[in-house]
């Protein structure tokens, strides 16, 4: 009974303490109201911790937060997966571009990449769907692509419509 009393008392000066040089500190003007709320928070939690005491469990599975752990694993696979996408986003731009360059309008242009065990990302197709009266002028947007991208792209053209 009389450690807790001690250790109740030993925080509320610590806090005191704290607190009063965290008042001193605070801004003048803008940011004053949200500093205010933080160290007013501070100061309630510090008073409630030695009154909750050992009911409180704040622990951590650091198992799981390791280099190989099953949540590190996870985050690194959702940042590559993300990664992956963002690049091929920006890799259909760059390519929507080019033929917008040469006067093409694709209807649809994909491209798969994948990642490479030394982390370095490769493009290993392109397939591009064009309209049918593109086809006898994009042989040199083709060849553009083909060379920007360092990768063969597959074309394909929608089929013409018969008019009657």
Do not use: Y
């Not at 806090?15 to 801004?27: A, K, Q, R, S, Y």
């Not at 198992?63 to 959702?78: I, M, N, R, S």
């Not at 370095?120 to 553009?144: K, M």
Request: hydrophobic share 45%; glycine share 6%.
């Amino acid at each position: 009974m009389l450690d807790g009393l001690r250790n109740l008392a030993l925080s509320l000066c610590g806090t005191l303490i704290v607190t009063g040089i965290l008042w001193m500190l605070l801004p003048e003007q803008s940011a004053q109201r949200a500093l205010r709320m933080a160290v007013s928070l501070f100061f309630l939690l510090s008073l409630a911790s030695p009154l909750v005491g050992s009911k409180a469990q704040w622990q951590v599975d650091w198992e799981e937060w390791a280099a190989d752990g099953p949540a590190v694993t996870d985050f690194q696979e959702l940042t590559r997966q993300q990664l992956l996408s963002s690049f091929s986003d920006r890799l259909e731009r760059e390519a929507e571009a080019l033929l917008h360059k040469e006067g093409i309008e694709p209807l649809e242009i994909d491209f798969s990449i994948h990642t490479q065990p030394d982390g370095s990302i490769s493009i290993t197709s392109l397939e591009i769907v064009l309209d049918a009266g593109d086809r006898d002028h994009c042989a040199s947007a083709i060849a553009s692509l083909n060379e920007s991208f360092g990768v063969t792209a597959t074309v394909a053209f929608t089929e013409s419509e018969a008019q009657e």
